[in-house]
């Protein structure tokens, strides 16, 4: 198993930037494929980034391409989502979220998920 804990959310404006961190504790790190995913106030969890097992592929939502970017340092177990640019309709709880053998875009595929971490932007 892997333990997700998520950090880095809080109150930005709009076209300001954060940088959210998960670290992961328990099994090798580098065996699981990373996501983030996001889920405002009365919407369904939506996909926003992913990244392979060894960093070598990344996906992004659409919506967040060119202003997110995903990026993993499997030596301090952890993965990163670096936000610029950031908009009032990126306000949402954000999670991370871990699976040994799946990567891709679909939240129900994966198996370990953080706590989440709130992101809010003002306009």
């Known amino acids: 198993q892997v333990q997700l804990v998520e950090s880095g959310g809080g109150l930005v404006q709009a076209g300001g930037s954060l940088r959210l961190s998960c670290a992961a504790s328990?099994?090798?790190?580098?065996?699981?494929?990373m996501g983030w995913f996001r889920q405002a106030p009365g919407k369904e969890r939506e996909f926003v980034a992913a990244i392979s097992w060894s960093g070598g592929s990344t996906t992004y939502f659409d919506s967040v391409k060119g202003r997110f970017t995903i990026s993993r340092d499997n030596a301090k177990n952890t993965v990163y989502l670096q936000m610029n640019s950031l908009k009032p309709e990126d306000t949402a709880v954000y999670y991370c979220?871990?699976?040994?053998?799946?990567?891709?875009?679909?939240?129900?595929?994966?198996?370990?998920w953080g706590q989440g971490t709130q992101v809010t932007v003002s306009s």
């Open positions: 328990g099994r090798t790190f580098s065996s699981y494929a």
């Open positions: 979220a871990a699976d040994p053998q799946y990567y891709g875009t679909g939240w129900l595929k994966y198996d370990y």
